[in-house]
Each structure stands twice: as structure tokens, then as C-alpha cells.
């Protein structure tokens, strides 16, 4: 029995279909699990002291006594990648949210404040965003210095601008709108109305652009601790952990390896998760 060759192009074009609609549910679910391995003891997972060494078990590769086998101190890299995870998420979480305060305030005064203000803050913004937002936060942590809280800090402040302009740009279309005119009408003070009505609705925007910046944040975070900038050792980091085995990727690669693997794992699938949402809010 032959082949409807005329049935190749739909059967194709279903599958196609499917694994685009199963693939950011594959990703959402890694999500959780990343989430439920910060939120629940880093213990259950597994019962190595993550800062423990052991100088008679440097460099040994992976295998049953080790998973991801050990560092240059014999710390267990397995272990140290559980637990760093709380700190890289942590560290990702506060960014996004300082970044979607900041950046929140900041489009609604530029959007209610008038023209003039309005034009000063959008420059302000037009000149911020013309750098790299790692080049920002490199700014501000030098300014700073180095350590969990101020990477946090400097990756939020960085984020502020892109966050910013897309509230503006959402902000004014509902200003714009007749309900909020009649709350001007009736004397409705201006903070009371961008509250009730004009925030909720730019909100999922910004959730949208939030879920995919949170992505972004992650590979930051990484990219200043890689540089020395983060969590103070001994306390791990997915990039401290990758800055830790870059002098040892020919002997010993899994150090660098498994949590790079992790990074990049992690950022895809917030960015496509990101990405679904956005294109679900298009339609």
C-alpha cells in the first residue's frame, strides 16, 4: 500500500506545530524543578557538604562516588551546583525585580509628567541604553564593589532602562483612553488613576518582558561572578564555579562544564518561555 505523498507537507507541519507547543512546556516544567530545588533544602538532593575539601580527592572525574566529580580542592562540584543554584536565582530574582521597579516608576512619571519631563527622561534613558547592560552594571559595581547584594543591585539598575521605555510606550496608550479621561474629569488625583488604571494594564507587558529578562539576569550574574565580582568564597555560584575550572578544561573539564551547561540550559529556557508569552499576548 502506497503513501499519500500529498499527506507529507501536513503530517509535517503538525509535528512541527506540536513540538513548538511542547517544547515551552518541556521548558516550564525544568523551570519548576529549578525552582523547587531553590525553594525546598538543597539537602534532598544531595548530602555533600558543598564546601568541604578533600586533598586526596582533587581532579577526579565524573563517576559514582562523585557525579560530576571534584575540584581542584576536592570539593564535590555536584554538590556545589545544588547549592549554588539558591545564589544564581536569587541573585537573577532581585535583579529582575529592581529592574521592573525601577524601570515601572520610571515610564509612568515620563508618561504622566508632562512633556518636558517626559523629554528629560526619555534622553536619559536614550543615553543608558545605548550601552551594553553588562557595561552598566560593570559601572555600578565598581562604584560599589564586588559581592552577592551589589551584583544584584548593579544588574536591577541596568535593566531599569529597557524596562522603563516599554511602560512609557504602554502608559500612554492608556492615558489616552476615554476612562482615563473621565477619571481626569472628575478630578481623580493623577497617582490614584495611574494605580487603578493604567498600571494593570501595562502589567503584562512587563511580565512578559520580565520573564524574559529574568533569562538575561541569570547569564549576567554569571558573566561578574566569571569575573570575580560575586559571592565571596567559599560560598558557590554557577559563575564563580565556571571561574573556577577555567585553568583546568584540559585535565579537568567537568568543573567548568557542568555548570556552563547549566547556565546556558537555564537562560534558553526562561528566554523561551519568555518568548511563548510574548507571542500568546500578540495574539
Known sequence: MGVDTALIPVVRTTARQTARGRLP???????????????????????????ATDVTRTFQAPGM??????????????????????????????????????????????????????????????????????????LVVAVLGGGTLNVALAIGLAGIPSYARLVRGQARLVLGSEYVEAARALGVPPWRYLLRHVLPNVGGSIVVLASIGSGSAIAAGAGLSLLGLGPRPPQADWGSMVADGKDFLQTAWWISVAPGLVISAVVVAVTLVGRTLQSSAVR
Open 25 to 51: 512546556m518541556l521548558c516550564a516544567g525544568a523551570l519548576l524543578l529549578l525552582l523547587a530545588l531553590v525553594l525546598v533544602a538543597p539537602g534532598l538532593f544531595t548530602g555533600r557538604d558543598p564546601d
Open 65 to 138: 562516588a562523585h557525579l560530576l566529580g571534584t575540584d581542584q580542592l576536592g570539593r564535590d562540584v555536584f554538590a556545589r551546583l545544588v547549592h549554588g543554584t539558591r545564589i544564581s536565582v536569587a541573585v537573577a530574582a532581585a535583579a529582575t525585580v529592581i529592574g521592573v521597579g525601577g524601570g515601572a516608576l520610571l515610564g509612568l512619571l515620563a508618561a504622566a509628567g508632562g512633556a518636558r519631563v517626559d523629554a528629560l527622561l526619555m534622553r536619559v534613558v536614550d543615553v543608558l541604553m545605548a550601552f551594553p547592560e553588562i557595561l552598566l552594571a560593570l
